[in-house]
Nanobody, 128 residues
Framework: QVQLVESGGGLVQPEGSLRLSCVFSGGFFSNHIFGWFRQAPGKEREFVAAIRWDGRNTNYADSVKDRFIISRDNAKKTVNLQMNSLKPDDTAVYYC?????????????????????WGQGTQVTVSS
């Protein structure tokens, strides 16, 4: 049973930075694709970033491109999301999703339904 545990959220001022982490257990980390999603109150869960099983490909939502960086450490079984130049619109609960797959279709992994394991989420609040 795959388990994901997110951490690193908090309150940050606009233009600040945060680093989220997602720790994986219960399976083979290196054959999973991971995605970060976020959900603001009253809104649907939306795609933020995804990374291939070997880290060779990534994909970002237009709203975070050039500000966020997704990475993975296969030795530590961790997926990270470095968030820079944060804006109030980035305020949301951030979730880590995982799916076991060796097929990388860039657009497919932008949908929450493409993942079958989720963490509990971590709150990010951007406010002065």
């Amino acid at each position: 049973q795959v388990q994901l545990v997110e951490s690193g959220g908090g309150l940050v001022q606009p233009e600040g930075s945060l680093r989220l982490s997602c720790v994986f257990s219960g399976g083979f980390f290196s054959n999973h694709i991971f995605g970060w999603f976020r959900q603001a109150p009253g809104k649907e869960r939306e795609f933020v970033a995804a990374i291939r099983w070997d880290g060779r490909n990534t994909n970002y939502a237009d709203s975070v491109k050039d500000r966020f960086i997704i990475s993975r450490d296969n030795a530590k079984k961790t997926v990270n999301l470095q968030m820079n130049s944060l804006k109030p619109d980035d305020t949301a609960v951030y979730y880590c999703g995982a799916i076991r797959s060796f097929t990388w279709v860039r657009t497919y992994y932008t949908s929450p339904g493409s993942y079958d394991s989720w963490g509990q989420g971590t709150q990010v609040t951007v406010s002065s």
